[in-house]
């Protein structure tokens, strides 16, 4: 009778020697290290840059908006804590400024995104020249947002103005206006520019999400009798809900950040009423250096741009980012 081998390898339920796990080799430690090392050595350079050119800038425009100061004279000494939000937040400028973006962004969602939407619907469709028309709707998006303000204010300068001058020459000189001059339609021309600025850029994302879309699925909507609306209805709305939900982030998110534009084209003028919050800011924190005050405006467009990023990204867009997640963690 033979005595039992004795050993120190522990044995699964089977009787049969367990493997070491991989992870706990000095081998897979070392290329788990390295990897590391890899990972931090490349992330390295855009974290610096991330911290100083956006959570240093953020953390200083804190600090400073608890401060009344005009920019001189060193560091800020004169502590008065949340006097300038106090003041922001009675400011009818500052009010109007949420009222007028409240204002672009449904202006936005409601005509210029449909706009965009329906263009890129038309230019999927096989036509002769279908490329040029795309790249002429995509054009004025290439074009500065200076560029586009001074183009515009010639457009629409009262007296030589294009604008007026082609409703005279059809007999509607009762329409003729001081387009951005007039604070009953200086918003309204504000919008048409910047509608005419960014619908093809709106339009471009559009196209690449139907062209996303499988020819099949609108072919076999056909067979069963779908009309072409049905179709659009039914299969190319829905598949075009991701793109749908970036477009309407990307235009709030611009909306409430609008600067350049309309400082180019009117300055927040006539008597405010086409400022913004990035023009107020602008205004208080370097036409009159009144630093503090500006800071707390920049605080307060950081917040809302962060909330409602957070709270669309959670709430909207949901599905979109469990589903990358999941096709991420499948490829793996």
Do not use: C
Request: glycine share 8%; hydrophobic share 50%.
């Amino acid at each position: 009778m033979t005595r039992p081998v004795l050993t120190d390898r522990p044995k699964t339920a089977a009787g049969l020697p367990r493997r070491a796990s991989p992870g706990s080799t000095p081998s897979s430690r070392r290329r788990r290290f390295r990897g590391l090392a890899t990972i931090t050595l490349f992330l390295l350079p855009a974290l610096v840059l991330f911290l100083l050119l956006v959570l240093a800038p953020i953390a200083v425009a804190a600090y400073t908006s608890l401060f009344k100061w005009n920019g001189l004279g060193g560091l800020p000494e004169n502590w008065i804590g949340l006097d300038n939000y106090t003041r922001m937040f009675a400011d009818e400028v500052f009010l109007g400024d949420l009222r007028r973006g409240a204002l672009l962004i449904i202006l936005s969602l409601v005509i210029q995104l449909p706009l965009s939407l329906a263009i890129a619907m038309l230019l999927n469709q096989k036509m002769r020249g279908r490329a040029f028309y795309r790249l002429l709707f995509f054009a004025p998006y290439v074009l500065s947002e200076v560029i586009t303000g001074v183009l515009f204010t010639m457009i629409l300068s009262p007296e030589t103005g294009l604008a007026n001058q082609i409703l005279g020459a059809v007999g509607l000189e009762s329409l003729q206006s001081s387009w951005l001059a007039e604070p009953s339609t200086v918003m309204m021309s504000l919008f048409v520019v910047m509608t005419w600025k960014y619908f093809g850029f709106h339009m471009i994302l559009y196209l690449a999400g139907r062209q996303g879309i499988p020819k099949e699925l609108g072919e076999a909507a056909a067979i069963d009798g779908a009309t072409p609306w049905k179709q659009f209805r039914y299969v190319t709305l829905p598949l075009l809900g991701p793109t749908i939900r970036i477009s309407v982030f990307l235009s709030i998110i611009g909306a409430i950040q609008l600067f350049d534009l309309v400082w180019v084209l009117t300055a927040g003028g006539p008597i405010h009423s086409s400022e913004t919050m990035a023009v107020t800011m602008f205004q208080f924190g370097f036409k009159r250096s009144q630093i503090g005050y500006g800071s707390a405006i920049s605080v307060v467009m950081f917040l809302i741009s962060l909330v409602f990023a957070l709270g669309y990204q959670r709430f909207v867009m949901r599905r979109d980012t469990q589903g990358a997640i999941t096709t991420m963690g499948d490829q793996r």
